[in-house]
């Protein structure tokens, strides 16, 4: 049997519907920046964004 590199459903995340900065709904049915972080347990966690402003604003605080 060959190994493929799929990803089970259980450890697929769904992006945040809320921004990381402002709060204002995401709307996930469209495209909007986003990015990923990683917690100390190696966890990986989407942080969406409502437009790149957000983005950046988030990106110069780190």
Request: include cysteine; aromatic fraction near 4%.
């Amino acid at each position: 049997m060959q190994q493929t590199d799929a990803t089970t459903a259980e450890s697929q995340q769904q992006a945040a519907n809320a921004c990381a900065v402002c709060g204002d709904p995401v709307a996930t049915t469209e495209w909007h920046p986003a990015t990923t972080e990683t917690t100390p347990d190696g966890d990986v966690v989407i942080v969406s964004f409502c437009g790149q402003t957000c983005r950046d604003h988030w990106v110069e605080a780190d």
